[in-house]
């Protein structure tokens, strides 16, 4: 796929179905995210990818409400950080930020291999870590369940997410969100 058709497709669809995640497709995803830039270089980022059918349905148990759609999910990957793996210049932290582009990364190549790249924070960060083995210093920032799209609306989905199936969400408008050579909103 051309690149803008790439950011063009990719949807955080919740109308899923199962389609085989297989190893080979994971290290597609984490060689996308390991290609992101990061501050002095450190990658602090980490991903845990479930696959287990029955591993999966633990996890579902730590999804919070509205997050039922899921359930359809092939597989749930959960990425995580920690503040000591990367830059602090002056307080400006940069492992969130780093971790969240090669997130984006990832998700850009799930949707090239035509794969559904959902981002999501509903979910108890307790309960997920818990189950994940991931350790308590550090920081689950986000989730994402990665599926294939499915042309019928999932049933679970509630009247505005199966209304966002269809059409994207709506965007600010572009003059809202730049400025040249100066911030000087008029808004505000
Ligand atoms: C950090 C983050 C958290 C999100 N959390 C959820 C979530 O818990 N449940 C959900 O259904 N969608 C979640 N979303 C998806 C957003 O609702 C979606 O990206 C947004 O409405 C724009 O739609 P689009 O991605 O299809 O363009 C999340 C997205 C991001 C980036």
């Not at 450190?42 to 991903?47: E, G, I, L, S, Y």
């Not at 989730?143 to 609306?153: C, L, N, T």
Request: aromatic share 8%; proline share 4%; charged share 25%.
């Amino acid at each position: 796929m051309e690149f803008k058709e790439v950011v063009e497709k990719r949807r955080a669809l919740r109308s899923l179905e199962r389609v085989e995640i297989t190893e080979a497709m994971l290290e597609k995803l984490v060689e996308a995210a390991s290609l992101s830039p990061s501050c002095f270089n450190n990658q602090p980022w980490r991903f845990v990818f479930v696959t287990d059918n029955a591993k999966l349905a633990v996890v579902h148990g730590s999804l919070s409400k509205g997050n039922e759609w899921i359930q359809a999910a092939s597989a749930i990957v959960a990425v995580f950080t920690k503040k000591e793996m990367d830059c602090d210049i002056k307080g400006r932290e940069y492992y969130l930020f780093d971790t969240g582009m090669a997130t984006a990364f990832m998700m850009l190549a799930a949707t090239d291999m035509g794969l559904v790249f959902h981002p999501i924070a509903g979910y108890s960060e307790e309960k997920l870590k818990s189950i994940l083995n991931i350790p308590e210093d550090m920081t689950l920032i986000v989730a994402a369940a990665i599926g294939k799209a499915s042309e019928s609306i999932n049933h679970l989905l509630t009247e505005k997410q199966a209304l966002s199936e269809a059409s994207r969400p709506e965007r600010l408008p572009l003059t809202d969100i730049f400025y040249i050579n100066e911030y000087n909103p008029v808004n505000e």
